[in-house]
C-alpha cells in the first residue's frame, strides 16, 4: 500500500462536515494548479464558449496565472477528511489601489480573450467602484473556484465556504470580499452564501475595440458577469473592545505619570 501523507497547512480556517477549510502552504502549490485546472478551468462554461479550452499554451497561461495569485498567500483549499486530498479550492488575492494590483493582474498573462476577461472585471471594479462614489476599492478578490459539482448546490457548503473568504479578508485588514461570478453556476453559488450583487457587465454588448468577443456566450444563455461583494468591518483589536475603558484609563495615567517623572528628572539635571 502507497504512504499517502497528509498535506500540509498552516492555517485552518474552518471545516465543513469534519473536512478542513485551510491555507494552502507552498509546497501544494503544484498539486493546487492541476486542481483547478480540472475543477474549474475545464469546467467553466464561460472559458470553454469563448475558445479558450482549445487555445494552445492556455494550461500554461493558466497556471501562471494561478501561481501569481497563489504567491499572495490568501488563497484557501478545503481538504478530505484524512487530509490527504483536495476537495476544493477558492483562489483569493487582496487587491489594492497602492500596489496597483489590478494594473499588475493582467500583466502576467499573454494577450488574448483569457487577459480580456482580466480587463473585463476590472472595469467592472471600476464602474462599481464610482457608482458607490468611494475613494478607495481595496478588497479581497475571489478570482476563481474549483468546486465539485455537488457542492455548488449545497447552500451549507457555499455559506461555509463564503464565510471563510470574509474571515481571511478580516485577517488581511481588506475592507470587503468582492467575487465576480462570470457563470451562472457561479453566480447561485454566490446568492445561496448571501452575498449582494453590486453591478454587472453584460457579455453582449462588452467591446473590445470594434467587436464583441462575448456575444457567443448568449447561445450558452450566460449573459452577465456580476459583481458580488460582502462588506466587513474591521477586527477590533482585544483593547479596543467594550470592557476595556478602565485599562485604557489606566494606561493613560501610568503614561502621564511617566512623562511628569521624566520632566523632573530632567529640570532636577
Not at 483569493?92 to 489590478?102: I, N
Not at 447561485?188 to 453591478?199: K, P
Not at 468591518?233 to 512623562?259: C, N, T, W
Amino acid at each position: 500500500m502507497d504512504d499517502v501523507r497528509p498535506l500540509q497547512y498552516d492555517i485552518k480556517w474552518d471545516e465543513w462536515e469534519g473536512m478542513p477549510i485551510t491555507d494552502i502552504h507552498f509546497k501544494n502549490y503544484s498539486i493546487v494548479i492541476d486542481f483547478m485546472w480540472k475543477n474549474s478551468f475545464q469546467q467553466n462554461i464561460v472559458y470553454r464558449g469563448v475558445g479558450l479550452h482549445n487555445l494552445e499554451g492556455m494550461k500554461e497561461t493558466y497556471a501562471d496565472y494561478c501561481m501569481h495569485i497563489l504567491r499572495n498567500e490568501c488563497s484557501v483549499m478545503m481538504m478530505n477528511r484524512e487530509e490527504t486530498q483536495i476537495v476544493a479550492v477558492a483562489l483569493l488575492e487582496w487587491m489594492t489601489d497602492a500596489w496597483h494590483s489590478w494594473v499588475f493582474l493582467p500583466s502576467t498573462v499573454s494577450k488574448g480573450l483569457f487577459q480580456e476577461i482580466i480587463l473585463l472585471k476590472n472595469e467592472l471594479m471600476k464602474n462599481v467602484k464610482l457608482s458607490l462614489d468611494l475613494e478607495s476599492f481595496d478588497s479581497l478578490m475571489v478570482h476563481e473556484v474549483g468546486f465539485p459539482e455537488d457542492l455548488f448546490t449545497n447552500n451549507d457548503f457555499q455559506i461555509c465556504m463564503f464565510d471563510v473568504f470574509g474571515a481571511v479578508a478580516q485577517h488581511m485588514h481588506m475592507p470587503r470580499v468582492c467575487f465576480i461570478a462570470l457563470t451562472v453556476r457561479e453566480q447561485f453559488a454566490a446568492e445561496m452564501a448571501e452575498y449582494a450583487e453590486y453591478g454587472r457587465s453584460i457579455y453582449s454588448i462588452y467591446k473590445v475595440g470594434s467587436q464583441r468577443p462575448f456575444d457567443v456566450l448568449r447561445d450558452l444563455d450566460e449573459m452577465y458577469a456580476l459583481l458580488f461583494m460582502l462588506p466587513l468591518d474591521p477586527i477590533l483589536i482585544y483593547e479596543d473592545m467594550p470592557g476595556f475603558e478602565a485599562f485604557h484609563e489606566a494606561l493613560k495615567a501610568k503614561e502621564r505619570k511617566e512623562r511628569e517623572d521624566e520632566l523632573m528628572r530632567l529640570n532636577e539635571m
